[in-house]
């Protein structure tokens, strides 16, 4: 073992790994509310009388949990173009977080809409409120908070998948960091650099999610 | 609440009604008319179809036969006159029902401005009246998980109010609340019957039957097989099940 530490390279690159880091919540934040658009949607779609709505939702759903989300990004990155989209990496990987995202947002959120007693959809159908309203207003809010801790997770899991974009060289830390890499050699130290500052933007977004719990799912129940 | 205008006309009729759940017959050809102001309780044994016979009122259940008129409007299951009949009639349920994410406030003002598009002053005026009338005004801060449960169903029945139906059906208001909290909600309901509001009750509370009810419906195994005012029918039931259900209601009670 003569491997001596240098964090030479890491240092002066820093200014570039916070705008890594900056460019990684950017795509998280951003996937994140296009797979909560997704989720819901989702929902509705899935529960719709449509029969062929519910089966389109129930392939996206099967088809983005039983294949590799690098796969995903690289068919979303070479067939958009091929129906006349052309994205630069940084929205293709937004598109493809957002996809992935939200097929799992579906299936959680499905579930917290059928914890909702049905007595809730009773008293709303009976103030005449209609169907749509009385998911928007009534359903879905306790829905979400019912779960909450799995959606939460599921969005950590989409923060750190994030790095899987560095495939198609979006702007994130991981992208930063393989080039900051490649011109230093410096792989343990720069990669274990970002290690922390992956574990630290979990944190970020945890934390985040708590205080929008406070704000929204606060209200007390029995 | 303004009185009922006196109309010849029922407010609600229904004609031949049956319903099915799957093969289960439910409901077995009934009729029943409730005039404007009437007050009706409904009764009888557990799964004899009371709920499932109200519920079809505002069209929370589909019936296969028969004919379901509400204020002039024939319940046909399109989307229209389904709307237009759940905007007239109001109902409260054994389980209250409130939405626990919004205020006692909110949940008086949502349906009256998305359903009757009044704006948010005009839909709070309308909640804190009923509030008030419901003796619960100083409550509309707080979230149902707040309020005992006889407050809740006060609140259940304000929210209803806030739509200003012509119509109240009641299933089995009280049957979810502690004894002591009985009386709270049954004397509300008196009030709302003594302003003259219509409404269809189930319940197996016979005092309220006695001193509110103009008709006492008396159902069993989806049938009606009993129809008289209160007093006729406490002291003289005709049919033998309505003998025995008495029996066993007034053992309980
Ligand atoms: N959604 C449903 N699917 C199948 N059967 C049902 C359904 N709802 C009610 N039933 C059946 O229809 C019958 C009448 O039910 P309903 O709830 O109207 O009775 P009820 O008189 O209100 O009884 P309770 O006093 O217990 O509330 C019961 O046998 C019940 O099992
Ligand atoms: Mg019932």
Redesign the pocket.
Known sequence: MNYTLDFGPVISGLPDLLKGCAGTLFLAVTGMTLALAIGIGGVVLRDSNVKALRILVISFVELIRNTPFLVQIYFVFFALPLVGIRLSPTPTAIVALGLNGGAYAIEIIRGGVQSIHKGQIEAGLALGLHKTDVFRFIVLRPALRAVYPSLTGQFIMLTLTTSIASAIAAYELTSVAKLIENESFRSFEVYGTITLLYLAMSWIIMKAFAVLSMRYFSYPVK | MPAQPERADPLITMEGVDKW??E?H?LRGVNIEVRRGEKIVLC??????????I?CINHL?AVQKGRIVVDGISLDDSARAVDAVRREVGMVF?SFNLFPHMTVLQNCTLAPMRVRGLNQAEAEATARKYLERVRIGEQAAKYPAQLSGGQQQRVAIARALCMEPKVMLF??PTSALDPEMVKEVLDTMIGLARDGMTMVC?THEMGFARQVADRVIF?AD?EILEEAAPETFFKNPQHPRARTFLGEILAHH
């Open positions: 759940y799957g289960f439910a009888g044994p557990s799964g004899s179809g009371k709920s499932t016979l519920r259940e054994q299933d089995e189930v159902m989806g």
